[in-house]
């Protein structure tokens, strides 16, 4: 792509990262007008967050067109990777199912009653640490549905005040992001690097992993610290739902973890989905209905992202190679709360002679802001689109999320930089 082609897509993506800040305004624009107007349903779809990346997307597109050709914009499009955003929306799919759920309530129901602590607070706190930690071994996108929805079923349905609704999605967010790094492949920005690099599962749990899960506890403790008396007053009514027998969850887990095998072939990873459909259509009868919206919203999220993200390389790169070891850990956990953390890591991996020095502060920084927005790693659209509804008619504030993600992130920046 030429500097003109570039400099639009920049302009574009600045303009999507405003409009993610700004979907609470539209929301409230919606308002104004009659319900069910063309206006009203204009501005709700425009404060959607999940659509963003993809409109604005689509506005490049169209500019490539004009400017391309519709080879040239095919060429374009088919130079681009979407197996992630197909695979979140595989996964996500998966991992709602009624199966997978009671599975995971479960075991951190059990975990939960094996602390000497008040039920709510067990739960929050297994639910705030195991749930982001299992991201390392069924991959983030699945521990976000997953831990999302259990959440919002158990601690976002009860009234909660705003202060903890906004840590707790800020923590979860984070959590999310450091606890995948216990092994090489369930975290996108470390995926990106670890077969070029040659970092194996001892190698991210020696230097990532532990830091990860120790950051993890530390700030799920002082947010469970900070609100005990709040969370200590949820209800923890048990969660109503049909008995599953054994054998269909054994065959959801099974889906499940050849889904998350195949999660670099996206032939593979489909065509084991339309399987999965056919096993749903016959156990329909333990079966709530696929969240099949919500999935195809966060990949179409991704996959904006990933046609914008695509062309920013031109300033992310000269800035990347030009940062010394302090500046590039630092550097990175700002950068990524504008952009992917995952196509930061993608771009260090391709610079020569990166020392290991510098390789260890790109990805840690990556990792650690990775929950500053909703745009900083690839399951947060997910985790966004689950929650949004607890929130009230204005959905999540992105500037709130952001203040909720800080203490978290900060904890998770000393245990990476000082350990």
Not at 112 to 117: F, G
């Amino acid at each position: 792509m030429d500097h003109t082609t570039e400099i639009v897509a920049t302009g574009l993506f600045a303009l999507a990262i405003l409009h993610t800040f700004a979907v609470s305004r539209f929301q409230h624009w919606a308002g104004l007008y009659r319900e069910g107007s063309a206006a009203e349903n204009f501005l709700h779809l425009l404060g959607e967050v999940e659509v963003v990346f993809g409109l604005w997307a689509g506005v490049l597109v169209t500019f490539l067109l004009a400017r391309l050709g519709v080879h040239g914009v095919v060429e374009f499009l088919n130079s681009l990777n979407f197996t992630e955003p197909a695979f979140v929306f595989v996964i996500m799919t998966v991992a709602s199912t009624r199966p997978i759920l009671n599975f995971a309530a479960w075991m951190i129901d059990t975990l939960a009653r094996s602390l000497p602590l008040p039920r709510s607070i067990a739960f929050y706190g297994v639910a705030m640490v195991a749930g982001p930690l299992l991201g390392s071994f069924i991959t983030e996108p699945a521990a976000m549905t997953v831990t999302a929805l259990l959440l919002l079923e158990r601690i976002f349905n009860a009234r909660l005040s705003l202060p903890l609704k906004y840590a707790t999605i800020g923590l979860l967010f984070v959590n999310i992001s450091i606890g995948g790094t216990l092994t090489h492949f369930a975290a996108p920005p470390v995926l990106m690097v670890a077969p070029k690099w040659g970092w194996d599962f001892m190698h991210m749990l020696t230097n990532f992993g532990w830091k990860g899960a120790l950051a993890c506890l530390i700030s799920t403790a002082g947010v469970v610290a900070f609100f005990r008396k709040e969370i200590k007053k949820i209800p923890m009514r048990p969660t109503i739902r049909s008995k599953v027998p054994v054998w269909v969850t054994i065959a959801h887990l099974i889906f499940l973890s050849v889904i998350v095998f195949t999660a670099h072939y996206m032939v593979l990873f489909l065509g084991v989905f339309l399987f999965f459909l056919g096993l749903v259509t016959v156990t329909k009868e333990y079966q709530e209905e696929l969240k099949l919206r919500e999935g195809l919203l966060v990949g179409f999220f991704l996959a904006g992202l990933v046609v914008l993200g695509n062309l920013q390389r031109w300033w992310l790169e000269p800035i990347l190679t030009s940062l010394e070891y302090v500046q590039l850990y630092v550097g990175t956990t700002l950068l990524t709360a504008v952009t992917d953390n995952a196509a930061l890591t993608y771009l260090g991996s391709q610079v020569p002679g990166l020392s290991e020095h510098a390789r260890y502060a790109l990805v840690a920084g990556a990792v650690v802001g990775g929950g500053l927005t909703v745009i900083a790693n690839a399951p947060n659209p997910a985790g966004y689109g689950i929650l949004n509804p607890a929130f009230g008619k204005d959905g999540i504030s992105p500037f709130y999320l952001f203040l909720g993600a800080l203490p978290p992130t900060l904890v998770a920046g000393l245990c990476f930089w000082v350990l």
